[in-house]
């Protein structure tokens, strides 16, 4: 469900994209979504924070120019 999310909202013209870490957020999930990210807005700066939250695994920000 979180990769179909991420390709749902990304779009080309961002140029920043936050993804900020749940606790338990695994390293394949984390890896998957930056690498969808990459693909998405191959022009974007793409910025991974630990959050400390416990739900949902990621949130994920975006700007767009």
């Known amino acids: 469900a979180l ?3 991420v390709d ?3 779009r080309a ?3 920043v994209i ?3 870490l749940g606790n338990d957020a695994p390293s394949a ?3 998957v979504v930056r690498r969808r990210a990459a693909i998405a807005c191959p022009s ?3 910025a991974v924070y ?3 939250h416990g739900s949902p695994e ?3 920000g975006v700007e767009r120019s």
């Open 3 to 5: 990769v179909k999310d």
């Open 8 to 10: 749902r909202l990304l």
């Open 13 to 15: 013209d961002f140029e």
């Open 18 to 20: 936050t993804l900020i």
């Open 29 to 31: 999930v984390i890896d």
């Open 44 to 46: 974007a700066d793409i």
């Open 50 to 52: 630990q959050g400390g």
């Open 58 to 60: 990621v949130l994920i």
